[in-house]
C-alpha cells in the first residue's frame, strides 16, 4: 500500500533482475504526503527567501535567480570548445554542452555543472562530455556539483541562468557552438512567462506543430511571423518579443491566431489541425522525497532505503540516492569506493522503477561537503559546517565580498534548519508557496524565543553546565594552549567554561549566559580569535 492511501494499490511489477530494492513501502508515484497539491503558483521569486530557507529552495529547485557567472562549452571533435557570451543559451539538439554557473552562498564559492545533451547527439559526444565533466571537476578541486540534463528536459534553474534566452535549435552547431546553415522556413515554439522560466525550441514548420495556448515564430526567406495563440497572455507575448531579437533580424510581422495572411499557411505547407483546447492548470507534483544506501553485489544494484532519513544517516564511506521525483540525487561520500558508477545506478534506478519513470529525469552528483540548497532542503535538518567543522569561519568566507552580509544568512539558516522546518505529516508544500508570497510563518517567532527542546543543539542553561566543572581556573592555563597541554580534567572543547564569571565577561564581552545563547558557529568564531579553541 503506497504511504498516505487509505484503499490498497495494485501490485506493482516486480524490479529488474539487475536492480534490487530493499524497502519498507512499495515504489510508485507520487506520495500524496509531502507537497501541497494544486495549481501551480506563479509568483515573484524572493532570492533572499532562497538563502535562508533551503526547503524553499529544493521545492522550487532553485539555488538562486541565475544572476552568477556562467561558462559555456560546446563538445566539437571530442573536446569541449568555448562558445562565445554572445551566443550563451543559445544549443543545437545534435550537441553537447558543459554549463557552468558559480555564484555565493553563506560567503562560499560554489559551482554547478549542468551537462547538457541534445537529441541527436551521439554516443562518442556523450562520453565526451562525461570525460570533460570529470577533467573540470579535477580543475575544481571536486567542488562541482554535476547535473546531467537532457535536451526538454531542462531544470528550473537551468532556464533561470540564461534570462529567458535559451533557444534549442535543430540543427548541430559549428565552429565554437556557430550553428550552420538551415532550412530557409523555421519554426521556434516560445513557452514562458518571465526571465526565468522561458525557453524556445525549434518544431517541425508544419502547421500541426501550433498549439493555441502558445506562441511561436515562424521565421521566412523574406519575413518573421510572431504567431500569438488565443489562450496566451501579456508576460508570454512580452518575453517572446525579447526572444525574436535572438532568433532573426528579419522584419517583423505580428500575426494573431484567425488572422494569418496567406503566405503564412504557405510556408507551413498548408493548414492542419493542432492543440486548440485550453490547456489545463499545472500541478504540483505531491511526493515524499526516499533516500536509498546503493551498493553493488555482484553486479547487482542493491537499494537499501532509510526512513525518517537525516543529515546523520550519510556517511563518507556511502552513495546515497535522494528521489524527489523531479530530480534524482546521488550523493557521494568523501571515502566512496565506486562513485564512479553513481549516474549510472541512477539511470538503473529511473529504467527499472515501477512507475514508469522518464529517464530524461535530471540526475545530479553530489559530492559530501558541496551540497547545494536544492539538496539540503529536503532534510529535516542540516548542519552546513558538519562537515567543515575544522576551517575556521574566517577561512570559509575570507576572500568574499558578500562575507560581512551572509553572517546574518548563516545565522539564519542554521536556526531556520534546526527550528522551523516541514509540519508533522510531512514536507512541506504549501508552506514554500506561502514563504515566497512574503508570508510570515511561526519561524521568525521561534527564532526569537531561542531553541525548541530536543533540537539538534539543546540549550542548556549556564547554570546546570556549571554544576559539572569543579573548579575554576586562571586564564593562563586555558587561553592558547594545546590540548595536552590542558590542566588535567579540563574538556579542550569546552575550556572557556572553567573561567570564572569575571574572567569570562572580561575576556569574551559577556556573559556565559549571552554566550551560549549565541549560534554554535559564532561561538567557535569568537572561541578561535580569543584562543580557546
Not at 532505503?305 to 546515497?320: A, G, H, N, R, W
Not at 574572567?503 to 549566559?513: L, N, R, T, Y
Request: aromatic share 10%; with cysteine.
Amino acid at each position: 500500500m503506497a504511504l498516505g492511501t487509505s484503499s490498497p494499490s495494485p501490485p506493482a511489477p516486480p524490479p529488474s533482475p539487475q536492480h534490487i530494492y530493499t524497502n519498507t513501502r512499495t515504489l510508485g508515484s507520487p506520495e500524496p504526503e509531502g507537497h501541497a497539491g494544486g495549481k501551480l503558483i506563479h509568483v515573484k521569486l524572493d532570492v533572499g527567501k532562497l538563502h535562508t530557507q533551503p526547503e524553499l529552495a529544493a521545492q522550487l529547485r532553485m539555488v538562486d535567480d541565475g544572476s552568477g557567472k556562467v561558462e559555456v562549452w560546446c563538445m566539437e571533435d571530442l573536446h569541449r570548445q568555448p562558445v562565445d557570451p554572445k551566443r550563451h543559451g543559445q544549443l543545437c539538439a545534435g550537441n553537447c554542452y558543459l554549463v557552468l554557473y558559480t555564484y555565493q552562498r553563506l560567503g562560499r564559492v560554489q559551482y554547478i555543472l549542468y551537462l547538457w545533451q541534445g537529441h541527436k547527439a551521439t554516443a562518442d559526444e556523450i562520453k565526451a562530455l562525461n570525460s570533460n565533466a570529470e577533467e573540470l571537476d579535477v580543475m575544481y578541486g571536486g567542488a562541482l556539483v554535476q547535473e546531467h540534463v537532457t535536451m526538454g528536459s531542462e531544470p528550473p534553474h537551468f532556464l533561470a541562468i540564461f534570462q529567458g534566452q535559451l533557444v534549442i535549435f535543430q540543427e548541430r552547431a559549428g565552429h565554437h557552438g556557430k550553428g550552420q546553415s538551415a532550412s530557409t522556413t523555421r519554426l521556434f515554439h516560445v513557452q514562458g512567462t518571465d526571465s526565468q522560466n522561458t525557453k524556445t525550441m525549434e518544431v517541425p514548420a508544419r502547421a500541426s506543430s501550433l498549439n493555441s495556448n502558445d506562441i511561436f515564430l515562424l521565421v521566412t526567406a523574406g519575413v518573421c511571423y510572431l504567431w500569438f495563440g488565443k489562450g496566451c497572455n501579456g508576460d508570454q507575448r512580452e518575453m517572446a518579443r525579447v526572444v525574436v531579437t535572438v532568433i532573426s533580424k528579419k522584419n517583423e510581422e505580428t500575426v494573431l491566431e484567425g488572422q494569418e495572411p496567406p503566405h503564412f499557411w504557405e510556408a507551413l505547407g498548408g493548414r492542419a489541425p493542432y492543440p486548440s483546447k485550453k490547456r489545463l492548470p499545472e500541478e504540483v507534483p505531491r511526493f515524499q522525497p526516499r533516500l536509498f544506501e546503493c551498493s553493488s553485489q555482484m553486479g547487482c544494484l542493491v537499494l537499501a532505503e532509510v526512513v525518517f532519513f537525516s543529515q546523520e544517516d550519510l556517511d563518507k564511506y556511502d552513495i546515497m540516492l535522494l528521489d524527489t521525483w523531479q530530480e534524482i540525487f546521488l550523493w557521494l561520500g568523501e571515502a566512496a569506493s565506486e562513485w564512479k558508477e553513481a549516474v549510472a545506478w541512477g539511470q538503473e534506478y529511473l529504467k527499472t522503477h515501477p512507475a514508469g519513470r522518464s529517464p530524461a529525469t535530471p540526475i545530479v552528483l553530489v559530492k559530501q561537503g558541496h551540497e547545494p540548497p536544492t539538496f539540503t532542503g529536503w532534510f529535516f535538518t542540516w548542519d552546513p559546517y558538519k562537515w567543515t567543522s575544522h576551517l575556521s569561519h574566517k577561512e570559509v568566507v575570507e576572500g568574499s565580498p558578500a562575507a560581512a552580509s551572509t553572517i546574518s544568512e548563516i545565522t539564519a539558516e542554521v536556526n531556520n534548519f534546526r527550528l522551523s522546518r516541514w509540519p508533522a505529516n510531512g514536507r512541506a508544500g504549501a508552506v514554500a508557496l506561502q514563504a515566497l508570497k512574503g508570508s510570515q510563518d511561526s519561524s521568525e517567532n521561534e527564532l526569537m524565543r531561542g531553541p525548541k527542546s530536543g533540537g539538534t543543539r539543546t540549550s542548556s542553561s549556564v547554570s546546570s553546565t556549571s554544576a559539572t566543572i569543579n573548579r575554576v581556573l586562571r586564564r593562563e592555563q586555558l587561553m592558547h594552549q594545546a590540548a595536552e597541554d590542558l590542566p588535567e580534567g579540563v574538556d579542550p572543547a569546552r575550556r572557556e567554561f572553567y573561567l570564572s564569571d569575571s574572567d569570562f565577561q572580561d575576556i569574551f564581552g559577556k556573559s556565559k549566559e549571552e554566550f551560549y545563547s549565541m549560534a554554535t558557529w559564532r561561538q567557535q568564531q569568537e572561541k578561535k580569535q580569543l584562543g580557546f579553541f
